[in-house]
């Protein structure tokens, strides 16, 4: 019975986690300084991922871009990462 108590809770866990990651308004939350595994915990994988700077010996600079929502179809999310943090975020509204 305990297996099966313990396969449910993280059933459920994962579940939650993915709907909590796919609402658009978590996007709004992203800030300056935050981890980029705190992102992808949030919001999930970016839609389009580009790379700004990706020189050997020197910090990655990318951006990731969160096509709009069903929940806010109107509006663009696009993160800058510097050496895996948050660096800027750009809320766009798109047509």
Do not use: C
């Not at 951006?63 to 179809?73: E, G, L």
């Amino acid at each position: 019975m305990s297996i099966h108590r313990n396969l449910a809770l993280v059933s459920l866990v994962i579940a939650s986690s993915v709907a909590v990651a796919q609402d658009a308004r978590e996007r709004s939350f992203i800030r300056k300084g935050m981890p980029e595994g705190e992102v992808i915990f949030r919001i999930g994988k970016p839609d389009h991922e580009a790379f700004i700077a990706n020189a050997k010996g020197q910090p990655e600079e990318k951006t990731w871009t969160y096509f709009p929502h069903a929940r806010d179809p109107q509006t663009l999310t696009i993160v800058t990462l510097r050496a895996g943090v948050v660096a800027e975020v750009e809320r766009k509204v798109s047509r």
